[in-house]
């Protein structure tokens, strides 16, 4: 680690008192090193990286880390902190805060590097060392291993006393048991030797195979894997941990997860292979959980085991309640499946539309009429290259109630869910049912293999389950189903919604541009955003869409770009009005609306929700209402303002945009007008951050 971390990346004396001053703070110095190109957006980075979940530990610990493109090299900076700062701990303020940067393609030797000290962090006697070191050099050396904790002398710890009593405040973790003690009672076996003891298991201690995983891979998995091994040996267990982290994963040997006698799943992304540790009491947590409460995880584990509770032949746990709580309610969970499905369609959407506007903008409107490229295709001529790409997209389009359908099941019933849901919407499309058909599919795919998975199965069976029997036994119902006795009344229903949209003029048309526009603004980017998007693109996915169709195409996604437009305009107009961090987002924002992302207003809508969502709705109710009244139309589902060319009446449409944008700039500058102005919020200010957006929120409702 020598090249990680130097003094120069050591500061005792860290006075921030934020997590993103803390970062910024630790990540200027590497920029000073040369080890970050841009400042802003590594920082961005590691925000985007602590959203996902907090990076603060028990015992005083923040970790704040992430990958970069901004990185050039794998680059450690240690901050210590006399006050503390809150990095989202249960137990209280960091003291102790390691800023990790790593490259995106950083290599596994690197990667290897860093999983060690994440592990030396649950060593209390690393802590201890670091709270009461002196001097930066002696600090970085510490941390790459060059000094041991024991070798620290008195004039190292030359430290200010408040320092060193925050710092014993805060680490509250014991001692670690001496080190011969802890190299008797490791595991007999480890990952990958089979070495497994054979003595009877009333006379050997208790068995548990982990796995550990978090978002990044690179601290949280392999501080959880040493923090459930010291657990085990002061507990009298043997644990032998699998650490699927960013450098790959070696796979527990067979035989060691066959003697185990119970399983911990401590992880935040999904447990690759899961299903070979199925038939044995399961402890399934998050990664934090196998930090903070290691003791408390085998307890758990070893009473299952005790009142023989295994889990099934199925993986315990299905996308869905991988990404949240198993325990939601049905309605949660009906949205995150149906969300799930939309999530994996959204990308054929976008890449087949795009193709076939594409082709109707170099092969002209009667393109769709061409013959197939296989036939006939001429380098030299424009029809053909339009041509190609239209039916490049139409292939590309096929593929959406299908995915849609699959994906449903899929966040249902993990794997063994996608089979049944493809034919399901396979047949939806075949029966003409349509997104509707593709909807129904989906969810009776995969509620028809959960059923199954109910089933007790004997053992000599379940290797045949997943792969044969599953696929075979839902796939036949879900068919019988779609094709016999639901099939019908849903494509009845598709061509009726179909006939009633083809069908709206006047007053009707401009409402419910009115209504998908207010909803596009309503969550920018969640489930609302994406039920007005879906309903719009589904219209489109056809090989020849109706102008009605289009039109909502169109009011759609002009509605979508105006909140963060709105936000860069009002960012430009009235700068005073916004923190320094809003000011640079909005800078941003300019790019983010034009290309039709309306996550772009996601920063300024979490500051101050009161003042902004209501407005970016008023803006988007109107741009969606004055795109159906111009009469609007657009066949590509994405793209923004870059495919205005593909846009008809596009003069108007644009008038559209900007009236929407104008309207929610003007109410968002209006209502900030009216609050009490914010301490820092100055065109001077540079240390905004969360206090600040949540003195807005908290003046924003007292307003």
């Known amino acids: 680690m020598s090249d990680m971390i130097t003094a120069d990346l050591v500061d005792l004396d860290l006075s921030a008192d934020t997590k993103e001053a803390a970062a910024r703070a630790l990540a200027e110095r590497m920029v000073a090193l040369g080890r970050v190109t841009d400042l802003d957006g590594f ?35 240690f901050g210590r902190s006399a006050a503390g700062i809150d990095f989202g701990a249960p ?13 995106a393609g950083a290599d596994d030797a690197h990667l290897t590097i860093l999983s060690s000290l994440a592990r030396q962090l649950m060593n209390a006697e690393f802590t201890d060392a670091l709270r009461s070191v002196g001097a930066a050099d002696t600090a970085a050396a510490l941390i790459r291993g060059d000094r041991a904790p024991a070798d620290v002398t008195p004039e190292d710890t030359a430290v200010a006393p408040e320092a060193a009593s925050s710092g014993a405040a805060a680490a509250g973790t014991p001692e670690p ?27 050997r201690p208790f068995r548990i195979v982990a796995v550990t995983s978090c978002p990044t891979g690179i601290a949280h998995t392999y501080m959880a894997a040493e923090s459930l091994e010291n657990a085990g040996r002061e507990a009298g267990a043997e644990v032998v941990v699998e650490t699927q982290g960013s450098a790959g994963f070696t796979r527990l040997d067979p035989a060691v997860i066959a003697a185990a006698d119970g399983v911990i799943f401590a992880h935040d992304v999904p447990v690759r292979d899961k299903d070979r540790f199925a038939g044995k009491p399961t402890v399934d947590v998050g990664v934090k959980a196998g930090i903070n409460r290691p003791g408390e995880l085998i307890t758990e584990v070893r009473q299952k085991a005790a009142h023989g509770e295994v889990t099934s032949a199925a993986p315990a746990g299905t996308p869905v309640e991988r990404s949240g709580d198993s325990r939601e309610g ?19 959407v976008a890449a087949g539309g795009l193709l076939i506007a594409l082709g109707f903008a170099i092969g002209g409107y009667k393109i769709n009429k061409a013959p197939s490229v296989m036939d006939h295709f001429v380098w030299t001529q424009g029809d053909s290259w339009g041509a190609l790409l239209f039916q490049i997209g139409g292939v590309a389009f096929a593929f959406l109630v299908p995915v849609l359908a699959g994906y449903i099941a899929y966040g249902m019933a993990d794997r063994p869910g996608l089979v049944p849901g493809f034919v399901g919407g396979s047949i939806a499309l075949t029966i003409n049912a349509g997104f509707l058909g593709g909807l129904a599919a989906g969810l009776i795919a995969g509620g028809v293999v959960m059923a199954i998975q109910r089933v007790r199965i004997p053992a000599a069976l379940r290797g ?34 179909t006939d009633w949209l083809n069908g709206l003029t006047g007053a009707n048309a401009v409402l419910l541009g009115g209504l998908l526009g207010l909803m596009m603004c309503f969550d920018l980017g969640g489930p609302v955003n ?29 509605a979508g770009m105006v909140p963060p437009l709105a936000m860069a305009l009002a960012t430009t107009v009235r700068g005073k009005l916004f923190t320094q961090t809003e000011r ?8 983010l609306g034009a290309s039709f992302i309306s996550e772009g207003a996601i920063p300024f809508a979490a500051a101050d929700p009161l003042r902004v969502i209501p407005s970016a709705m008023v803006g988007g109710a109107l741009t969606g209402a004055l795109s159906m009244t111009f009469g609007a139309t657009l066949r590509a589902p994405h793209g923004g303002i870059f495919v205005v060319p593909l846009i008809g009446n596009p003069f108007f449409y644009l008038i559209a945009v900007a009236a929407g944008v104008c309207v929610t700039a003007a109410l968002v500058v209006v209502l900030k007008g009216m609050r009490r102005p914010v301490a820092g919020a100055t065109a001077g200010d540079t240390a905004a951050g969360p206090a600040t957006a949540a003195r807005e929120t908290e003046q924003a409702v007292a307003a």
């Not at 102008?547 to 169109?554: F, L, N, R, V, Y």
Request: proline share 8%.
């Open 43 to 77: 920082l961005a980075d590691v925000a985007a990286r602590e959203a996902q979940m907090p990076t603060g530990l028990d015992g005083g610990i923040g970790i704040p880390h992430c990958r970069s493109a901004h990185v050039t090299e794998p680059t450690l900076a």
């Open 91 to 103: 137990d209280g303020p960091a003291d102790l805060i390691f800023l990790i940067a790593a490259p």
């Open 330 to 348: 049905y309605a949660t969970k009906l949205r995150k499946w149906l969300m799930s499905g939309v999530s994996y369609m959204v990308p054929f």
């Open 177 to 203: 048991a001496d080190a011969g003690a802890a190299d008797a009672a490791a595991p007999a076996s480890a990952p990958g030797t089979g070495s497994v003891p054979d003595e009877p298991a009333g006379q």
């Open 464 to 497: 045949i389950m997943p792969v044969v029997v599953i696929p075979l036994i839902s796939s036949a119902i879900v068919g019988f189903l779609m094709f016999v006795v639901i099939g019908k009344p849903i494509a009845s229903a598709q061509k009726g919604m």
């Open 530 to 558: 994406k039920v007005a998007y879906t309903f719009a693109t589904a219209g489109i996915a056809v090989a020849d869409p109706s102008d009605s169709a289009m039109k909502i195409m169109a009011a759609v996604m002009a």
């Open 584 to 591: 640079e987002n909005g800078k941003a924002a300019w790019v």
